[in-house]
């Protein structure tokens, strides 16, 4: 970690490690998983502010955005500043929180790294989950047809980042359990609805789903 200063704002900018972690959910789900191999993240958080209490509760995260730190003309853009508070941006460009999916689909198919074009900016929990939740999906194409089980995938994958980094970030042990909670209830409540008629599938993913409650013993 080491601390930047921008403007009279400082920063602290953390790598954070995001090794690919093994394709648990059924095959066809991702059409090009792991096509890009993920190896760390370069998060921002102005000193001193991060929050931990930001529930999981699946609302649009506030207060977070992926920052580019290269040219980039092929993505959507807004400032940075919109989104992000107390960096002391000005004009630097952030991808358009609207263009996660366009973001996913136009890295794979020009086959640009994320990390090349992107840093996380991010300075509560709740964003840096959804943060890191994103960055799974920009390394992993999907058709995003089976959604409950593509966003298993990344709900465990963001998790377990989480868990390889809790110092690093800083959460409490008890923040963490409770975290997992919120992720699992999350995960429950949508294959109650995708697969309310597929009762094999939804045996499947209840088992799947104990990776989530199971996470720390697995870092």
């Given at each position: ?58 609302s649009d ?10 040219p980039c ?5 807004e400032l ?140």
């Amino acid at each position: 970690m080491h601390s930047t200063n921008v403007a009279s704002a400082v920063f602290d900018a953390v790598r954070l490690e995001t090794k690919a972690v093994p394709c648990f959910v059924p095959a066809g789900v991702f059409d090009a998983f792991g096509w890009c191999e993920s190896d760390w993240l370069q998060w921002q958080c102005p000193t001193g502010t991060f929050r931990e209490d930001t529930p999981i509760d699946g609302s649009d995260p506030a207060r977070m955005v992926f920052v580019f730190h290269a040219p980039c003309e092929f993505l959507p853009r807004e400032l940075a500043k919109l989104h992000a508070f107390g960096y002391g941006f000005d004009d630097e460009w952030a991808l358009a929180p609207y263009a996660i999916d366009e973001a996913t689909d136009e890295l794979f198919e020009r086959a640009v790294s994320p990390r090349s074009l992107l840093r996380l900016a991010a300075d509560n929990l709740n964003a840096l989950f959804w943060g890191l939740h994103d960055w799974v999906h920009f390394h992993n194409h999907g058709p995003f047809e089976e959604v409950a089980w593509t966003e298993l995938q990344c709900d465990f994958t963001a998790l377990h980042w989480l868990a390889r980094n809790r110092s690093r970030v800083g959460i409490s042990e008890r923040r963490f359990g409770a975290l997992v909670q919120e992720v699992d209830e999350l995960a429950a409540e949508r294959f109650a609805s995708a697969l309310r008629d597929r009762p094999l599938q939804r045996e499947a993913a209840r088992q799947q789903r104990q990776l989530i409650r199971n996470i720390e013993s697995v870092n």
